[in-house]
């Protein structure tokens, strides 16, 4: 029985108070006990149902912990996170996990489970913290009925710094519906921080930074230009689909300082350094070598080992100042059975050494050592085939491990989403006693939701990945990259973005300074307010759908006229050599010196998608313009569709526009 065919994903969930404080004897004789347990089903299928359980403890500290209930109607619990469980008949006990046993006065632990039912699901009557019975009263359970599968959303946007914390019992993949794939992961202190490719975006590598694993912001990029000869300028060639890809980032806290390294153009290892993921980054150091697909332990010595390579997989370990290689060696062969595995990322826990690695795109495993970082090591599957949360979408792979706080592990994957790119799903890990990884599933795959992690509340709100840019700071925001590097002398931002055309072509593919921005899924708006006047005859300006097949809206001026067209049928082929620069399909002339532009992008996964153009006159009113543009939905461009502001040149240099702002809303 299939997740996506039989799971219900519930308009809303029911959230069961069971409140009281009572007075009682719980781990001590002399001690005041009370406590509120919040019994939240977070989702329910046919035969199932997953649920999230909060003990608020209202009395004296708890230094360990045992919640008792009974189910009213046969139900069981099949798997449980962050806790322990046994279950006899209706009674089920769960004890805690050896990190969340101590609950402070006014603290709170919480746990989550998938379970079963029969005939109905009715929540509990009652629970008991200790022996002490926490009372209350009890609301009934969602009705159960037929389903298609869960509809997935983004999470909100914002951690709160007031308010019930966690702000809702259960959190929603993917995490980010944005193109961020080959993820790495880890935490410093109380803060988490995610890196992922660009390929020939620049600046490369961006950096997120979040304070619960949920809400996400962009903080950075590792690689400030792609600074690997002249293609990357576009300038006597291109580097589409080259550039930063499966690359490490990690964080050394003997010197605090980030390490980000990857392997470019399948030659030389570049390996950048800051002390802030904010920068500024500075080129560390050049290995002559090509650590493929890489990741990076720094070890409880400080020495610091990088697992690379496809098939044939390897370890490297660094000298003292991460400059250069002390040793290398093979540690294994992948098997003929399971095919190539690569995309490694390196940890260490409870003295094992582990490399996980990808099966693409289907698959997932995990190497363990327990006789040091060279091996040997055995292997073990970790996922195949495994359905992912989002509805045409592929199987969460790649990516890697993270440890909370408070001990608990989860698995940051990507899951293929295109037309929109592959997007970041979250799911907890729990680990066998003999020490393998095992991904926590909803009726066999991987859940759309999951209870919230059970971290610290943030210290302020992240950024929303929705909002409008004025362009007025002194540069340009984390979440912005150009396709191939700018030309840093022909723009501007302060009072807007100002765009000089930097490149005489016919071809948007080759044209220097476009921007880019990525789409929110599973369907968002990106407007723009440009101002045109100070455009030339042969200039072309406005916003696109941009990939390797591509369509626009903007502006075009010729013999002194200007006109407002959609352009599609702009594509390149499988060498990413353009094979068409577009064919206008839509055209009025405008006047006066200021338009806004808009395009809808529906990325849901699947064939067929569209985008749909827009403009206005007067930012309030939208005129449809031109036919839907239908995205490609093919993976081997590997990035996912992007909004585009371009303006460019087709007879000589000279002519500008302004963006005085860009809107990014969600339905």
Not at 86 to 102: K, W
Not at 517 to 532: E, F, K, M, N
């Amino acid at each position: 029985m299939r997740f996506s065919r039989h799971r219900r994903r519930l308009a809303a969930a029911i959230a069961v108070a069971l409140g009281a404080l009572g007075i009682a004897t719980a781990g001590s004789s002399h001690a005041a006990a009370g406590c509120r347990v919040t019994y939240t089903v977070t989702n329910e299928w046919s035969g199932g149902f997953g649920a999230n359980v909060t003990i608020d403890n209202l009395g004296d500290p708890v230094n360990d912990w045992k919640l008792t209930w009974s189910f009213p109607a046969g139900q069981t619990v099949a798997q449980l996170w962050n806790g322990t469980h046994v279950q006899s008949g209706a009674q089920v006990t769960v004890t805690n996990a050896e990190y969340n046993g101590t609950i402070a006065t006014g603290g709170s632990a919480s746990f989550g489970f998938n379970g079963t039912w029969t005939s109905s699901n009715p929540a509990p009557a009652s629970f008991a913290l200790n022996g002490t019975v926490c009372g209350g009263t009890v609301s009934p359970s969602p009705s159960t009925s037929p389903s298609t599968g869960p509809s997935p959303s983004t999470s909100p946007s914002t951690g709160p710094t007031s308010g019930p914390w966690p702000p809702s019992p259960t959190f929603s993949n993917p995490v980010l519906w944005q193109d961020l794939a080959d993820i790495d992961v880890f935490r410093v202190d109380d803060t988490y921080y995610y890196s992922a490719s660009t390929m020939h975006y620049s600046p490369g590598a961006p950096i997120l930074r979040s304070y619960d694993l949920v809400d996400w912001e962009y903080a950075g990029h590792s690689v400030p230009r792609l600074d690997f000869g002249s293609k990357y300028d576009l300038n006597g060639g291109r580097a589409y689909v080259n550039g930063i890809w499966a690359s490490f980032l990690n964080y050394r806290k003997s010197n605090r300082t980030f390490y980000w390294g990857g392997c470019v153009d399948f030659s030389k290892t570049y390996i950048y350094t800051a002390t802030s993921a904010e920068g500024p980054w500075n080129r560390h150091t050049t290995i002559d070598k090509c650590y493929y697909d890489a990741g990076l332990l720094v070890d409880d010595n400080d020495t610091m080992y990088v697992a690379y390579g496809n098939t044939q997989i390897s370890v490297a370990q660094l000298s003292a100042d991460g400059k250069t290689e002390v040793r290398s060696q093979q540690v294994f062969s992948t098997p003929s059975s399971v095919g190539t595995l690569e995309g490694s990322r390196m940890y260490r826990r409870n003295g094992a050494y582990y490399i996980f690695l990808t099966r693409p795109a289907n698959g997932q495993y995990v190497l363990k050592s327990t006789n040091g970082p060279f091996g040997p090591y055995e292997m073990r599957q970790v996922l195949l085939n495994m359905p992912g949360p989002v509805s045409g979408g592929g199987v969460p792979h790649q990516g890697g491990l993270v440890q909370t706080q408070n001990g608990a592990w989860y698995y940051l994957a990507f899951q293929d989403a295109y037309p929109g790119g592959r997007i970041p799903v979250l799911a907890p890990i729990t680990w066998t006693s003999d020490g393998w990884p095992t991904v926590q599933t909803v009726n066999g795959a991987w859940g759309g939701s999951y209870p919230y992690p059970n971290v610290p509340r943030p210290p302020r709100q992240v950024k929303s990945p929705t909002g409008t840019d004025t362009f007025a700071g002194t540069r340009l925001g984390p979440e912005w990259e150009w396709n191939h590097n700018p030309d840093t002398t022909r723009y501007s931002v302060g009072d807007g973005l100002r765009l000089q055309t930097a490149t005489v072509t016919n071809d948007l593919y080759s044209a220097r300074n476009t921007l880019t921005h990525r789409i929110l899924g599973p369907s968002s708006t990106a407007t723009i307010q440009l101002d045109h006047s100070a455009m030339r005859d042969g200039d072309r300006a406005g916003l696109a759908m941009f990939r390797d097949s591509s369509a626009w809206i903007g502006v075009r001026r010729d013999n002194g006229q200007t006109r407002l067209v959609v352009t599609n049928n702009l594509t390149m082929n499988g060498s990413w050599q353009t094979t068409s620069t577009g064919t206008e399909v839509a055209s009025t002339a405008v006047s006066g010196g200021r338009i806004w532009l808009r395009v809808n992008a529906d990325i849901r996964p699947g064939s067929g998608r569209q985008a749909r153009f827009s403009y206005s006159t007067d930012g309030v009113n939208f005129t449809s313009f031109g036919p839907a543009f239908t995205m490609g939905n093919a993976w081997q461009f590997f990035m996912g569709y992007r909004y585009a502001v371009f303006n460019y040149a087709t007879q000589s240099l000279g002519g500008a526009v302004t963006v005085n702002r860009f809107d990014l809303t969600t339905p």
